[in-house]
């Protein structure tokens, strides 16, 4: 959600970015079924009339707490790589990022993956979606340019894909965080090969 700093539109934004924590939260605490629009506003503490205003389906609620996730998601990715990380740093951080390793990122995956399935009976979340994903193909790629790797769009899309489907592991319990960390950074290796630029990390 686009953030303004200051007038009736920043109180908005804070309002609605308010509402979008207290479906995390609830997702945290009771799981995805739990959420509802008369719920989410006991969380937030607001009435039902304010949530169905900034947010008239439950559609729009998981759209919203989606996007918040993913700011928080992106305030932690610029956190770990700073300003001065290597291409491969960076690629990394962003693809175990997918993979949930604490609460926030696994209320997280659990979002994304609730979105991932509304996409498919909802061909307005499904362009969006294909949008986000052709843009993540396509910043990864880019990384794996930047340090000479070839096919950097098809290996990009394998990459994603691979820590996405370990996410979902993750989630139901078929394998530990750990060992799907583990997975990535071997992929990511078999992707530098003997590259020079491979034994940075």
């Known amino acids: 959600m686009e953030r303004r700093t200051r007038g009736p539109g920043a109180h908005h934004d804070r309002r609605a970015a308010e ?3 207290a479906v ?50 992106a305030a932690r990715i610029t956190a ?49 979606l294909h949008a986000d994903y052709t843009r993540l193909h396509q910043q990864l790629a880019d990384l794996l340019a930047h340090d000479g790797v070839s096919d950097p769009l098809p ?9 996405e489907g370990l996410a979902y592991y993750v989630l139901t319990d078929l394998c530990s965080a750990q060992t799907a960390r583990d997975r990535i950074l071997t992929a990511v290796d078999d992707a530098y090969g003997h590259q020079a630029t491979g034994s940075q990390q």
């Open 80 to 128: 770990r790589t700073g300003d001065v990380a290597t291409s491969r740093q960076v690629l990394t951080v962003v693809l175990t990022e997918l993979i949930p390793h604490d609460p926030d990122t696994h209320v997280h995956m659990r979002v994304r993956q609730a979105f991932t399935a509304l996409a498919l009976t909802d061909p307005a979340i499904a362009t969006r």
């Open 24 to 73: 995390l939260a609830m997702v945290a605490d009771e799981g995805l079924a739990a959420v509802s629009q008369s719920r989410v506003a006991a969380r937030a503490g607001v009435s039902a009339g304010r949530v169905q205003h900034y947010f008239p389906t439950k559609q729009r609620l998981l759209q919203a707490a989606f996007e918040h996730a993913n700011a928080l998601s």
């Open 155 to 163: 290996t990009a899309i394998a990459l994603a894909a691979l820590a």
């Open 19 to 21: 509402i979008a924590e």
